[in-house]
């Protein structure tokens, strides 16, 4: 393959691929193929799932993307090692893979990497809403621990990434180019990112749209899964993740 084939492979499978991932991810954290399935589905009708590659050219967030959703499975993976008792002996290989693929996602794309922190956090927050009351310290202690490893070991082995590339940022802008005045950044565009206000053409990022009627009905469902919990806890950690 040329650079050029190579490139449009990469770049079109990054999207069954996250699709892939989302699937198992669902499947996994909601133990349903059903839930998975139907998560996959609206990953890949989302509008702004093409709108990264294909109208922005967003090329490594797209690679990173694919790393999401298994950085999460593993996450859930090494949360059950770590609450079962005895606690499961293959937990460590699920955080050493967990471990692997937020670095993965972090190296392609920093943001993804962001948000794999941000998933396992939510997650935690979840399980700990949803828990009895004696299992609460239990899984918010294990989970923050978890994640603070997570975030000391992949810090770690980013530095020897990150430090030449900001020494190398630093000397290619001895010139002040990329020091850009106030005027030039874009502004935040919260009335057009949930389409209350038409978007300016202009600016990058109010070309960005969550309608506001699934803004809101996420969040009445997130609140009614609450009282829903006893019946069936799924449907409330279903509802917080689809929120997030």
């Not at 937990?91 to 190296?107: H, P």
């Not at 990497?113 to 700990?128: D, M, P, Q, R, W």
């Not at 975030?151 to 990150?162: F, P, Q």
């Not at 749209?209 to 919990?229: E, K, N």
């Amino acid at each position: 393959l040329s650079i050029l084939q190579a490139f449009r492979l990469i770049s079109f499978l990054g999207f069954p691929l996250t699709a892939l991932g989302v699937y198992l991810f669902g499947w996994t954290s909601q133990k349903s193929q059903t839930q998975g399935l139907i998560a996959a589905v609206l990953f890949l009708l989302a509008p702004v799932t093409w709108t990264w590659a294909y109208d922005w050219g967003f090329f490594s967030q797209q690679v990173a993307m694919i790393f999401l959703p298994l950085a999460l499975l593993a996450f859930v993976l090494t949360m059950r090692g770590q609450l079962a008792r005895p606690k499961k002996s293959n937990r460590r290989l699920w955080l050493a893979a967990l471990i692997a693929l937020t670095a993965l996602a972090s190296i392609s794309h920093m943001m993804i990497g962001a948000a794999v922190a941000a998933g396992a956090s939510l997650y935690v927050v979840a399980a700990t809403a949803m828990a009895p009351r004696g299992s609460r310290k239990v899984i918010l202690r294990e989970g923050a621990k978890t994640i603070l490893l997570l975030g000391i070991v992949v810090g770690l082995v980013l530095v020897a990434y990150l430090v030449p590339f900001y020494a190398y940022g630093r000397n290619a802008n001895r010139e002040g180019l990329n020091d850009l005045p106030p005027h030039l950044f874009h502004r935040l565009a919260v009335l057009e990112f949930f389409g209350i206000r038409s978007i300016d053409l202009t600016q990058i990022l109010t070309r960005m749209q969550f309608p506001l009627p699934v803004t809101v009905f996420a969040i009445v469902g997130a609140i009614y899964s609450i009282f829903r919990r006893k019946q069936d806890p799924r449907v409330h950690e279903a509802a917080i993740w689809a929120l997030g």
